[in-house]
């Protein structure tokens, strides 16, 4: 009890002499409490004293101190003293461990009587032993990535005292990152800012263990620890957003851009790889990214007029995975790749040649699928065509008529649209439009001549052809055929389809009839020429038919009048001189020309040496004086031809009596005609001297009249001469049943066509002997010569001259 008090009572430091005044009999058993680590021979108690012993007996009684086998004697006695002393190093540390109580049992052993007695050390703990760390280095390897929180264990700090003087507290050295986390059983290090190898790749950190002993003791461990790279930086873009233009059409490989992004972690963890993030499959085709250096390039077809601009996701992964992002927008700039496109978005086709200039006729667009300036178009078309662009609204533009068309000029139009657009260079397209043209009537036929002439031999037959018209309509199809037709007229009363019709699709003139010259010798008629189109149109031109004679007339001898019919005798005077007129043979041909060209024979006479008659004149002469052996009674027969191939001719019979008397005409009766026909002529011949004598008075009157205004040695007849209607040919009496021919006309007849004067000879003589009779000139000259000598004169007649020769 006492020492349990006094030890505790009092401090280590208070030291062992207290102890050593301690004893203890447990049932005579001493006991000490003694600190640990005593020096030896330092005193724990006097035995002596403590078991009431004299000092004298102890040598003799041998007193000693007996250890239980091989135990190290702790303890000894000093027999002069009787004190229980230290003989050797008592280790509480290495002698009972951890153990609360430390008791050392010894005996002593007493002899002379032989007593034993116990004695019981009870050895205190002494801060003998600081805290001590198994290494005082620890390396440690802790991650970057570890969480705030995280526990890292420490080994502990042994300390081989016990109680107060063993481990007591850990002081972790201030630092940023971990603090110390300490209970009953371990020791560890808790993160309370989590690492970052960026900033600090190693700590160095000192762990104080402390005892509480007194003198405090402590052990202090370095902890060294590495921090260990975690993938905690994501790669990091140079830009947010890289935005870029690349022209369209770029060649393959072209580079866009290059992105790049930095990690700033090391190793794999700083490894860049690029990619695009979501990217739509069409998108893929075009653009592609290096994986290594983020070049991104063009793999595929860039087309502004697709898309003009891209928008995608590119990634930037790190070796772990961490991953950023940047946004690349790359527009596309259009080139001028695309030619205008002309559209026809309507046309008029054919286009009729009558529209009036202006006219739309077609609405074109052109369009470009660039943009800006390669988008502006200009539309044109050639020129030298009656046609031109107007721009309308926007992108269109009417094709309308400059001019008037025509058809038959330009039937078809090839019009060639050129669209070009201001890009550079520029691009263009033509588009040919072909427009034909619509016909509209709007030619008459036209003929090749501007009058026909048809000639005919007259007595043609029936249904032969005349001649041929054309004419031409350049129109088309039905607008352009040609249909003729005789126009309605009258050729002497009657209908011309009487005389002529028309082949209405050759223009084949055929004569319905014969002609007859002697009946006209010309006629004019109207052809039609009409197209098929509708309104038709026409023109009309004239036909002019002349009939040609043909010989088919033969002379007709008007005086001396057939044989049988009149008997005439020409008085010839007995003093006739060689040379004097004695008659005359008049004699026509209804033929003209050639056909009516009368030459005169005499054929057979009674004295052929006497008479001569003109070959053209018909005028019987005498060729020599009449003497009186000349018989009285003279015949002539006179042939009269015409000088038509072949030529006809007439003969007539011609009497001549010499004699200068009247009187000794009876006397004739004897020539082979009766004495009525006698009586008759006589009758004839008095009423023609006096009518002739009458005409000439009346004559004279006028032009007596009229040669106080005109001194002209001509004489002009307006009207004609008419022969009187007992000498005409039997076929002059009647034409078509109609009537009688106009006595201007009959008179016509018998002259030649043309103005010739040497066509027609018609020749008569004013001598009052052999003027045949009631021959009148039916119409007055205007102007008439008083004397009418032997000329000649020229007297027109309706557009036809006659050669009147005068003889006195
Ligand atoms: C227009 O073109 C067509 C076909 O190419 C050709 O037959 C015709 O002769 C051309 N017409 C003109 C007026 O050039
Ligand atoms: C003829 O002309 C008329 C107008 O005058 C026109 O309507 C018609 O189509 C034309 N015929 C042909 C065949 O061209
Ligand atoms: C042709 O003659 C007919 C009949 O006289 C007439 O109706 C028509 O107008 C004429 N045509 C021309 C083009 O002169």
Not at 58 to 84: A, F, P, W
Not at 191 to 205: G, H, P
Not at 224 to 247: C, I, R, W
Request: with cysteine; aromatic share 8%; glycine share 6%.
């Amino acid at each position: 009890m006492m020492e349990d008090k006094g030890f505790s009572a009092r401090g280590l430091t208070l030291g062992f002499a207290f102890f050593m005044l301690l004893q203890h009999f447990v049932r005579g058993d001493l006991s000490y409490s003694i600190p640990e680590e005593m020096k030896r021979q330092a005193v724990i108690g006097n035995i002596a004293m403590d078991l009431g012993l004299e000092l004298s007996k102890l040598s003799s009684r041998k007193v000693r101190i007996d250890s239980e086998g091989t135990r190290k004697r702790y303890c000894d006695i000093n027999l002069s003293t009787g004190d229980l002393i230290v003989s050797e190093r008592i280790d509480r540390d290495s002698l009972c461990g951890k153990r609360a109580s430390c008791v050392l049992k010894v005996d002593l052993v007493l002899e002379n009587p032989l007593e034993l007695q116990r004695i019981t050390l009870n050895i205190q703990d002494v801060n003998d032993n600081p805290p001590l760390f198994k290494n005082n280095l620890i390396e440690m390897e802790i991650s970057e990535s570890a969480e705030k929180g995280n526990r890292f264990s420490i080994e502990e700090a042994h300390d081989a005292d016990i109680g107060q003087n063993s481990v007591q507290r850990y002081d972790l050295q201030k630092n940023e990152n971990f603090i110390l986390a300490v209970d009953s059983n371990k020791v560890e290090l808790v993160l309370e800012n989590k690492l970052d190898r960026e900033r600090q790749n190693e700590i160095n950190l000192l762990l104080t263990a402390l005892d509480g002993g007194t003198p405090q003791r402590s052990g202090t461990l370095a902890i060294h620890v590495t921090v260990l790279d975690a993938n905690d930086n994501a790669p990091v873009f140079s830009q947010a957003v890289y935005k870029v233009s690349v022209p369209e059409n770029s060649p393959l490989d072209t580079v866009v851009v290059t992105v790049s992004a930095t990690d700033a972690d090391e190793g794999v963890n700083g490894e860049v790889t690029y990619d695009f993030g979501h990217v739509s499959e069409e998108d893929a085709k075009i653009f592609s990214i290096d994986p290594k250096t983020g070049q991104i390039t063009v793999i595929g077809e860039t087309d502004f007029e697709e898309v003009t601009s891209f928008e995608m996701r590119v990634t930037a992964k790190d070796g772990l995975g961490l991953t950023s992002y940047a946004k690349v927008i790359i527009e596309v700039t259009d080139v001028n790749d695309n030619a205008p496109v002309i559209y026809l978005k309507s046309m008029t086709n054919p286009i009729p040649e009558n529209v009036s200039p202006g006219t739309e006729v077609g609405i074109i667009n052109v369009q470009d699928r660039d943009s800006e300036s390669n988008r502006q178009v200009r539309c044109s078309i050639q020129q030298n065509i009656p046609f031109k662009l107007v721009p309308s609204i926007k992108s269109y533009y009417s094709l309308v008529t400059t001019g008037q068309l025509d058809r038959e000029l330009v039937p078809n139009y090839n019009i060639t649209i050129t669209a070009t657009d201001e890009g550079s260079p520029s691009l263009s397209s033509s588009k040919i439009v072909q427009f034909s043209v619509a016909d509209v009537n709007d030619n008459p036929p036209v003929f090749e001549e501007q009058s026909y002439s048809a000639y005919v031999t007259e007595n043609n037959k029936p249904g032969s052809t005349l001649c041929s018209v054309t004419a031409r309509d350049p129109d088309w199809r039905q607008n352009g055929t040609v249909i003729y037709s005789l126009l309605p007229g009258e050729v002497n009363g009657a209908p011309v389809s009487s005389y002529l019709s028309v082949n209405g699709d050759t223009g084949v003139i055929h004569a319905v009839r014969s002609f007859d010259y002697e009946q006209f010798r010309s006629f004019k008629v109207q052809v039609m020429a009409r197209d098929n189109g509708s309104p038709p149109l026409s023109s009309n031109v004239t036909i002019s038919v002349f009939i040609t004679d043909v010989n088919d007339n033969s002379p007709q001898i008007l005086y001396p009048a057939p044989e049988g019919s009149s008997f005439m005798t020409e008085l010839v005077p007995k003093a006739a001189h060689g040379g004097s007129l004695v008659s005359k043979v008049i004699a026509v041909d209804a033929d003209s020309g050639q056909n009516a060209w009368l030459s005169y024979h005499i054929v057979k006479s009674t004295d052929p040496g006497l008479f001569t008659i003109g070959v053209h004149s018909g005028e019987i002469r005498t060729q020599r004086d009449i003497s009186e052996s000349d018989s009285m009674k003279q015949n002539l027969i006179v042939a009269v031809k015409d000088n038509g191939q072949p030529s006809l001719s007439a003969t007539c019979s011609m009497y001549l009596l010499i004699s200068d008397n009247l009187a000794e005409v009876p006397e004739l009766k004897d020539m082979s005609y009766d004495e009525n026909s006698s009586k008759l002529t006589s009758y004839l011949i008095v009423a023609l001297v006096s009518v002739s004598t009458f005409f000439l008075i009346f004559i004279i009157i006028i032009l007596g009249l009229r040669f106080c205004r005109r001194r002209k040695p001509r004489m002009f007849f307006d009207g004609a001469v008419t022969i009187p209607s007992a000498y005409l040919p039997p076929n002059y009496a009647e034409v078509d049943g109609t009537g009688t021919l106009r006595s201007t006309y009959n008179y016509d007849a018998y002259l030649t066509t043309g103005s010739r004067t040497s066509d027609f000879k018609f020749v008569t003589s004013y001598n009052d002997n052999t003027l045949p009779a009631n021959q009148t000139i039916r119409k007055s000259p205007t102007d008439f010569a008083s004397e009418y000598g032997d000329c000649d004169h020229s007297v027109e007649v309706g557009g036809n001259k006659l050669l009147i020769h005068f003889y006195t």
